[in-house]
């Protein structure tokens, strides 16, 4: 989630979204407008709460811009095609209203922002995105990082990455050893894991990667839940 004043991008990632969630988060930060909702890929535990964002559409807001890639909005046409052609929703009956833009690789703009598309893969052959805004790179999903991604990582702040297992990688996600390989790879000057499973004991890790600091100089830990990182952008 990224918000400022007034605007919020959220980054459909590895966990769904859930009406709590969403409600909550914004009330807590005194947001009244969600600008985009920018998808990563379209598993089902990345797209599935796009049907909780009527809540925000019925009763804050009319509609909310969606930014997909076309492989990812086919899917969607298919997963979610009654959010997708609304014309055959029966009167009176609520769902999300949303407005799909397609993205490629390239950059895009929202509200002024650029976003720069990641390409990384999550498993073989299954291909995801990352997003970078200012400083700030995002990859949710990744057992892989392309050569021709990384000059889009170069001079990055903070890293927000998936870190799935402490031991090992699975096929498609980076596990604890892999993730921190590259990090020294990317040389961010900040590290936050996400998308880690029950295996993982945050505070014996974190306890562990803070050392990474004064052996390495890499400022690396485990996010959390409610976790804010004040940016400029």
Not at 128 to 144: A, K, M, P, Q
Not at 149 to 155: A, R, V
Not at 181 to 197: C, D, H, N, S
């Amino acid at each position: 989630m990224l918000a400022s004043f007034s605007t919020i991008a959220l980054f459909v990632g590895f966990l769904p979204m859930g009406t709590c969630l969403i409600i909550t988060s914004c009330i807590s930060a005194r947001i009244r407008t969600i600008d985009a909702v920018i998808i990563t890929h379209s598993h089902a535990d990345a797209i599935g709460g796009l049907d909780d964002l009527r809540d925000w559409t019925n009763n804050v807001q009319r509609h909310i811009p969606i930014y997909v890639a076309m492989r990812d909005f086919e899917v969607m046409k298919k997963t979610h095609y009654y959010l997708v052609d609304t014309s055959g929703i029966i009167p009176g009956a609520a769902v999300s209203e949303l407005q799909f833009n397609i993205i490629d690789e390239e950059p895009f703009t929202v509200q002024d922002l650029k976003i720069t598309p990641l390409p990384v893969w999550h498993g073989a052959g299954y291909r995801s995105l990352g997003f970078r805004f200012g400083n700030i790179c995002y990859i949710s999903d990744v057992s892989e990082i392309p050569e021709e991604t990384y000059p889009f990582l170069q001079d990055c702040e903070i890293l927000i990455m998936d870190a799935l297992r402490p031991d090992r990688s699975s096929s498609t996600h980076f596990g604890l050893p892999r993730a921190l390989e590259e990090v020294r790879k990317i040389q961010p000057k900040r590290t936050l894991f996400i998308g880690m499973m029950h295996l993982m004991d945050h505070e014996k890790v974190n306890e562990e990667l803070l050392k990474l600091m004064e052996t390495e100089g890499l400022d690396v830990q485990l996010s959390y839940d409610g976790l804010r990182v004040p940016v400029m952008l």
